[in-house]
Every structure is written in C-alpha cells, then in structure tokens.
C-alpha cells in the first residue's frame, strides 16, 4: 500500500512538472505571436498614414492646379489641414509662362513632397514633369 502511494505521488509530481512545461511553452508561443501581430500592426499603420500623406499631396497639386487655372498668379496655399495631414503648396515663377509648384504634406512626424513644372497656357495649366521629393 505504501508503495502505491509513492508511486502516485511521484506521478502526480510528473504530472505537475509535465503541465507546467507545456504551459511555458504556450506562453512563450503566445507572446511570440503577439510581438508579431504588434509589429505587423505598426507596418499597417505607418503604410496607411504614408497612402493617406500620398494622397494629401496629389489632392494639394490638383488644388493648386484648379486655382493656377483661374488665376495665374496664384502663390499656393498657405498650411491647412486635411484628411490629418497639415497640407502647404508654393508656387515659384521659373519662366514668364512655367511655375514650379511643390506640395508638402506632414502627419505624426512623417512627411511627403511633390514637385511639378507647369505652364500656364490659355487653356490653363499643363503639367510637364510631376514627381515625388525625398523627405527633407
């Protein structure tokens, strides 16, 4: 009899360590798998705002355009908000007839440039190169 109860103390002893290794390794897998979803979340994150900056300065250009076309003497727009993107267009002279008109949009310390020749035309303005700037 005592030593059935040797025996099933020593199994329960088994037992417990057994369920406790299998309880690290599902905690230490968990965590690897929400230091996962955690990072992929922050590349998400940082692409939205970068599409959502793209946009911000596509719609500052076809702003900036659509007042060129009323007025070609428009300077830009001062800063303004939009979308969450603090959004500021120049336009420079380069030539009696062609502007250089660089877009910046800033949100959450990331920031996007574009830049685009155009001349001013009768019919209004045409673009002759449009890129996109390195920040800084």
């Known amino acids: 009899m005592r030593r059935l109860r040797q025996r099933s103390a020593r199994q329960q002893g088994t037992a417990l360590l057994i369920a406790l290794l299998v309880l690290l390794i599902v ?31 596509d719609a500052g250009m076809a702003e900036t355009l659509a007042e060129l076309q009323a007025d070609a003497s428009f300077p830009g727009f001062e800063p303004y908000e939009y979308h969450g993107a603090l959004v500021e267009t120049t336009v420079q002279p380069i030539g009696s007839k062609l502007v250089r008109i660089i877009v910046s949009a800033l949100s959450e310390g990331e920031e996007r440039f574009v830049e685009a020749q155009v001349l001013l035309e009768k019919e209004g303005p045409k673009v002759l190169a449009w890129r996109r700037l390195p920040p800084g």
Request: charged share 25%.
């Open 27 to 57: 905690s230490s897998a968990l965590a690897v798998i929400a230091a996962s979803i955690q990072l992929d979340l922050k590349h998400h994150r940082r692409q939205e705002r970068l599409v959502r900056l793209t946009a911000s300065t």
